[in-house]
């Protein structure tokens, strides 16, 4: 406990001299969580390593500061994981019905923070969020990778006792052929949301529920089957945003959004910035947008923080080349992305 009250009192230090800039963006040290993550020993789990320093950072500052976070859907959707995992299990947690209305919860003040999808590895870059995003003048402070995939819940176990299969309807179109199959027999019913769909389940005997993999489950629910979508897992890239932009952590990429005059070698001579100043391309995408007569709006996420002086002259550069330039902002990379070695999202 020494250590822990320690840890308190530095927290108490930080935030203090955080000023007002984003508050409570949690483990922003992605390195040291991965060497922690690394170095943990069979049967301690390497995925355990984050949730338990997520916890113990939030319980830390709850005290100063329990963020509001707007997520997209119903509760214990894959926007809540994802906001859990980020911020821990004592951020207050408020459902917003779109993306849209998540980012102006933030934009009106009445969240510290939104929790979208910005990407999938099946359909690429959600780029009406970062249009959006863009808008309303708000920053990416963070991201944090979640799969999407389903577990079939019940309260017996036994497959044979399935009557009724309680979902909410996108959990159940993502899974309809599977449940068609497995029981076609039982009764579909949907409900608002993956929580309420476990209570049900909870009541009845011979009740089932389609629910996000990993949502916390009662002492009287066990998993009958898992992966159970239709299509298997779907790995999805989430923004978390704010008013306020981050400080930098020491292994930060930069947001940034841009537009090119019409003329021949224009990409090349925004593209020619970012080399000159040895900044790293992580991702490039473009978009034609319609509102603006089918001209192309190119996303680029760049290594490093807005602040760091070569990307500060790298923008300046670009700046004077590009008909359009917008910062989204500088986020912690995601200490839970694969390695270097392994494929990145795209």
């Not at 039982?186 to 949502?215: K, N, Y």
């Not at 807005?306 to 359009?324: F, I, P, S, W």
């Amino acid at each position: 406990m020494r250590v822990v009250d320690k840890r308190v009192r530095l927290c108490q230090e930080l935030l203090k001299a955080r000023g007002e800039g984003a508050r409570l963006s949690p483990l922003t040290d992605a390195a040291r969580l991965r060497t922690l993550s690394e170095s943990a020993v069979p049967p301690f789990a390497r995925e355990a390593v984050r949730p338990i320093f997520t916890a113990l950072d939030a319980a830390c500052r709850i005290f100063d500061v329990a963020p509001q976070v707007a997520c997209v859907g119903p509760e214990g959707g894959f926007s809540y994981q994802a906001a859990q995992l980020h911020f821990g299990l004592q951020a207050e947690l408020q459902r917003a019905e779109t993306v849209e209305k998540a980012l102006e919860e933030v934009a009106r003040s009445r969240c510290n923070f939104a929790v979208v999808p910005l990407e999938t590895l099946r359909e690429g870059l959600a780029f009406a969020t970062v249009q959006a995003i863009a808008a309303l003048d708000l920053k990416l402070v963070g991201e944090r990778e979640v799969s999407h995939a389903l577990s079939l819940v019940s309260r017996t176990g036994n497959a044979a006792d399935v009557e009724r299969v309680y979902a909410n309807s996108h959990h159940h179109a993502l899974a309809e052929a599977y449940v068609a199959k497995r029981f076609p027999k039982a009764t579909i019913l949907h409900v608002r949301s993956a929580v309420m769909a476990l209570e049900l389940t909870q009541e009845h005997h011979g009740a089932a529920a389609i629910v996000p993999r990993g949502l916390p489950l009662a002492a009287e629910l066990s998993v009958l089957d898992e992966n159970v979508g239709d299509e298997g897992e779907l790995r999805v890239r989430y923004g978390v945003v704010s008013k306020m932009p981050l400080t930098r952590s020491g292994q930060d990429a930069t947001a940034v959004l841009f537009s090119v005059h019409d003329k021949p070698g224009a990409l090349h001579d925004v593209l020619q910035a970012f080399k000159e100043k040895n900044c790293n391309l992580r991702r490039i995408q473009s978009r034609a947008v319609e509102s603006a007569g089918w001209e192309y709006v190119f996303y680029v996420e760049v290594s490093g923080h807005a602040t760091d002086r070569a990307l500060v002259t790298a923008l300046e550069g670009v700046k004077q080349r590009a008909r359009t330039l917008k910062v989204l902002g500088s986020f912690p990379l995601d200490s839970a992305d694969p390695p270097a070695s392994a494929e990145p999202a795209r």
